[in-house]
């Protein structure tokens, strides 16, 4: 499936490093996510973009910043983060407004912080 | 707040048997989803249900949605090794049709 793309699959990094992580949906969806899944812990939603606009930051540490600069990209910059910030960071998409609001998941970025 | 939930989180079986599994919503909701991550793999939608008391068939799977619309089943019925993997169901979230609530799964392994 190529409908979501994530680029790094894989990132290490330690705690005084920036980086970032990259979505990109080839569906045409209007709708973006950034998802948490840690081991022992249901999917966890960090972020929403809805027509670009952020629509819900569930309290996620400012260590954590979204960039959604067009309906198919999605970025998620990180800097300063933390051991327990070690997961899978999903992304997904989904077309809003209609019926049938299924979600499309990316491979997702599997990130160490040493 | 809004909670969806499936227990247990671990089931393991013998291939050839017959598998169940339940997602218990707090609140009603519009419509339920079911996903299923493959080990090292990522969330791959399966299904939808809408209306209360819904059947849907896809091969050996059998989703039903609850009369009250609370509550949602996922039977498999002679496991395979392929079924190995989690199962998500999930609900929208009241008011906010984009975002879902993801139950913690069921994570099933299947005995050869």
């Known amino acids: 499936e190529t409908g979501v793309t994530q680029t790094p699959r894989h990132l290490v990094m330690g705690m005084t490093n920036k980086k970032s992580l990259k979505c990109e949906q080839h569906?045409?969806?209007?709708?973006m996510y950034w998802y948490k899944q840690s081991a022992k812990k249901p999917l966890e939603l960090m972020f929403v973009?809805?027509?670009?606009?952020?629509?819900e930051n569930n309290s996620v540490p400012s260590r954590f910043s979204p960039e959604c600069p067009n309906s198919s990209h999605l970025f998620l910059h990180l800097h300063t983060l933390q051991p327990e910030d070690s997961a899978l960071y999903l992304c997904?998409?989904?077309?809003?407004?209609?019926?049938?609001?299924?979600?499309?998941f990316g491979p997702g970025t599997r990130l160490t912080v040493l | 707040g809004q909670q969806v939930m499936q227990i247990p989180q671990y089931q393991h079986v013998q291939e050839g048997e017959d598998f169940t599994t339940y997602c218990n919503s707090s609140?009603?909701?519009?419509?339920i989803q079911w996903y299923k991550q493959r080990p090292g793999g990522h969330p791959v939608f399966l299904i939808q249900?809408?209306?209360?008391?819904e059947v849907k068939k896809q091969k050996r799977l059998t989703f039903q949605f609850g009369e009250a619309k609370k509550n949602s089943s996922l039977h498999i019925t002679a496991t395979q090794t392929t079924d190995v993997g989690t199962y998500f169901c999930?609900?929208?979230?009241?008011?906010?049709?984009?975002?879902?609530?993801f139950g913690k799964g069921i994570t099933l392994s299947v005995r050869p």
């Open positions: 609140t009603t909701l519009s419509n």
């Open positions: 569906l045409g969806h209007n709708a």
């Open positions: 249900l809408v209306k209360s008391g």
């Open positions: 999930a609900g929208p979230v009241t008011g906010a049709n984009s975002k879902l609530t």
């Open positions: 997904a998409s989904s077309q809003t407004g209609q019926g049938l609001n299924e979600q499309f």
């Open positions: 973009y809805s027509l670009e606009e952020r629509v």
